[in-house]
């Protein structure tokens, strides 16, 4: 193996593309790059038109997301709502720009995020909403673990997240 130095902007590109936990940059580079994998690994596309999405569009998974499912941090947080907000606030961390999806996360008679808290209380009286810690959003923290676990599994869905990972991330509310 050689080692190289890469600039912060070039870092945190290569890290968005992770598809899962404990991906090496070598392989996400191979599967950007449209190269052979090693070790028999599943075969990457390589030719795109300038029309098409290349098949990783849409990954924004960042290696400190992946490793904050095994972190102290995220394990010390006794309860499921403090391990929601923190994970919600990975979420924004990671990506600013795909998070904006969350105002149009919504059930059937509430939203679950907003702006404001005014907004979140106006779909209910027992919203409990609490601020998103590090982000301009609000979120309704009245909700049993399973509902919890559904709005961060549709929030990463909308912010491109794999399916696999996305299972992971909910497992650790």
Same mark, same amino acid.
């Given at each position: 193996?050689?080692? @190289?130095?890469?600039?912060?902007?070039? =870092?945190?590109?290569?890290?968005?593309?992770?598809?899962? @936990?404990?991906?090496?940059?070598?392989?996400?580079?191979?599967?950007?790059?449209?190269?052979?994998?090693?070790?028999?690994? *599943?075969?990457?596309?390589?030719?795109?038109?300038?029309?098409?999405?290349?098949?990783?569009?849409?990954?924004?998974?960042?290696? *400190?997301?992946?490793?904050?499912?095994?972190?102290?941090?995220?394990?010390?947080?006794?309860?499921? @709502?403090?391990?929601?907000?923190?994970?919600?606030?990975? #979420?924004?961390?990671?990506?600013?720009?795909?998070?904006?999806?969350?105002?149009?996360?919504?059930?059937?008679?509430?939203? =679950?995020?907003?702006?404001?808290?005014?907004? #979140?209380?106006?779909?209910?009286?027992?919203?409990?909403?609490?601020?998103?810690?590090?982000?301009? =959003?609000?979120?309704?923290?009245?909700?049993?673990?399973?509902?919890?676990?559904?709005?961060?599994? #549709?929030?990463?869905?909308?912010?491109?997240?794999?399916?696999?990972?996305?299972?992971?991330?909910?497992?650790?509310?």
């Amino acid at each position: 193996m050689k080692t @190289i130095e890469v600039d912060e902007e070039l =870092y945190r590109y290569i890290a968005r593309q992770t598809q899962h @936990i404990g991906e090496s940059a070598s392989e996400i580079l191979r599967r950007l790059l449209g190269m052979t994998p090693l070790n028999g690994e *599943e075969t990457y596309l390589s030719a795109y038109s300038e029309t098409e999405e290349s098949p990783v569009a849409g990954f924004v998974q960042t290696v *400190e997301l992946s490793e904050l499912l095994n972190s102290s941090e995220l394990a010390a947080k006794e309860s499921a @709502i403090d391990r929601f907000m923190l994970i919600l606030s990975s #979420l924004y961390q990671a990506n600013p720009d795909a998070f904006t999806n969350a105002t149009e996360i919504k059930g059937r008679k509430r939203i =679950y995020f907003a702006r404001t808290e005014e907004e #979140l209380r106006a779909t209910g009286n027992t919203t409990k909403p609490k601020p998103v810690p590090g982000t301009p =959003y609000w979120v309704i923290s009245n909700t049993n673990t399973g509902r919890k676990r559904n709005i961060v599994g #549709l929030l990463m869905t909308a912010m491109g997240y794999s399916a696999e990972f996305i299972e992971q991330v909910c497992e650790k509310i």
